[in-house]
């Protein structure tokens, strides 16, 4: 049974920088995709960034978050990491590991995922 769980988030100010942490126990197919996903109150999740877990990577970015956020793997430790930098307000919300995913699309969707973590909030104060 796969599980993932996100640690990592917390509360900043703008311009801060956090960084995620999703541990996966359990087995994913290597050449599926991980991703992060984030939703507030009201709205529908939508995709962050997304990590082809295959050793040939393929990255993919909402626009969004592209020039401030890295996604990352270490298979070995089967762990997913989302480094966020230049952190603002509307940054705000609750932030979602996702697995065994395929294809990898961009921005990622999240009817491609089979499994979820149960989330980790992250606030960016003005």
């Known amino acids: 049974q796969v599980q993932l769980v996100e640690s990592g988030g917390g509360s900043v100010q703008a311009g801060g920088s956090l960084r995620l942490i999703c541990k996966v126990s359990?087995?994913?197919?290597?050449?599926?995709?991980m991703g992060w996903f984030r939703q507030v109150p009201g709205k529908e999740r939508e995709g962050v960034a997304a990590?082809?877990?295959?050793?040939?990577?393929?990255?993919s970015y909402a626009d969004f978050v592209k020039g401030r956020f890295t996604i990352s793997k270490d298979n070995n430790k089967n762990t997913l990491y989302l480094q966020m930098n230049e952190l603002k307000p509307e940054d705000t919300g609750m932030y979602y590991c996702?697995?065994?995913?395929?294809?990898?699309?961009?921005?990622?969707?999240?009817?491609?995922?089979?499994?979820w973590g149960h989330g980790t909030q992250v606030t960016v104060s003005s």
């Open positions: 990590i082809e877990t295959a050793e040939t990577t393929t990255l």
């Open positions: 996702a697995g065994d995913g395929y294809p990898l699309t961009e921005p990622p969707i999240a009817e491609v995922f089979h499994y």
């Open positions: 359990g087995f994913i197919e290597s050449r599926k995709v």
